[in-house]
């Protein structure tokens, strides 16, 4: 800790280099989603078949996953209830038939001493349909929007609302993207995980532009480039403890959380990582970038105007 306290990091000096590690992280995003053909949409938005079965005796949920791997069966979600089962997968899967085959023989085969029996096997709708995604997407404009006003409006800048909205899309990119790249599936829980990283982003760049704040109206005569540095240099202990603590559990939940939630925490192990970094070194990099420019146009401005005045 004492170690984090005595740092003076230059982090404005080296900003360009930033910013071409996270166009490159965007570029390496983009690439996935080109070599894959877009997201893998799970059953959420795709919709799928929906099969319920009854057993003699109760059954364990991770046996159950087990015989339906080793069926060959890749995307598929399940629910339990002591003796009764329902399995939702793709469409991908064949024909209503072929996949109630597929089905049955597998329990058959690992649940020998176990009867079962096939209550229904249907189609089922996406539970995230059109109209959904669409006010999903109204959703976001309208945070994005919001945390511009709210953020201009404590900080006098919306160019520093901006630059956190910004750091939002960068990091949910960049975690979509490592999604894509490892052809997970994009379902309900993707979009929560997406959601809460957005969450920590924000809430970390707010704390830095807080500390930047404070540190403008101590120090009227500092550089603009050394009071960023200050402040980064200042919340780094806590940013640091705040986002391993974070990537602890996260790396916990991966290896240990099962199959259910590990999707989920992927993108927290990413999205921790890539919501610090941007905002350290995306965010206040583009606050510095936009007030310097800003203030060289209004200099600019005044001695053009002091000419003609001459």
């Not at 229904?120 to 945070?143: C, H, I, T």
């Not at 532009?209 to 806590?238: C, G, P, Q, Y």
């Not at 919501?275 to 420019?293: D, H, K, M, N, Q």
Request: net charge neutral.
């Amino acid at each position: 800790m004492q170690f984090f306290n005595k740092l003076n990091i230059d982090f404005i000096s080296r900003r360009y280099t930033f910013f071409m590690v996270s166009a490159l992280l965007i570029l390496v995003s983009v690439g996935a989603f080109i070599y894959r053909g877009g997201p893998n949409y799970g059953i959420d938005f795709t919709g799928g078949m929906l099969m319920q079965i009854s057993f003699d005796q109760n059954v364990d949920l991770q046996t159950v996953r087990g015989a339906l791997d080793e069926s060959g069966l890749e995307s598929f979600e399940l629910q339990t209830s002591d003796r009764i089962v329902m399995i939702r997968a793709k469409r991908d899967v064949g024909s209503q038939q072929e996949f109630e085959e597929k089905v049955t023989n597998a329990f058959a085969a690992k649940f020998a001493d176990n009867k079962i029996t096939v209550d229904r096997v249907e189609y089922v709708g996406p539970s995230v349909g059109e109209y959904l995604s669409k006010q999903a997407l109204y959703a976001f404009l309208f945070a994005f929007i919001g945390i511009i006003i709210y953020v201009a409006f404590r900080f006098n800048s919306a160019l520093w609302g901006i630059s956190g909205v910004i750091g939002i899309i960068h990091d949910v990119i960049v975690c979509l993207g490592m999604v894509i790249l490892v052809n997970k599936e994009v379902d309900i829980t993707v979009v929560a995980a997406l959601l809460t990283i957005a969450g920590y982003s924000i809430n970390d760049t707010i704390v830095l532009f807080d500390r930047m704040r404070e540190n403008m109206r101590l120090s009227i005569k500092e550089d603009f480039a050394s009071i960023i540095n200050k402040s980064i240099n200042a919340v780094l202990l806590r940013t640091v403890v705040t986002s391993v603590t974070v990537f602890i559990v996260a790396c916990a939940l991966f290896f240990l959380g099962g199959d259910v939630i590990h999707t989920f925490a992927y993108i927290m192990v990413i999205g921790t990582a890539v919501g610090a970094f941007s905002t350290i070194f995306l965010c206040a990099p583009l606050v510095y970038e936009w007030e310097i420019r800003r203030r060289e146009r209004m200099k600019a401005a005044k001695q053009q105007g002091f000419s003609r005045a001459k």
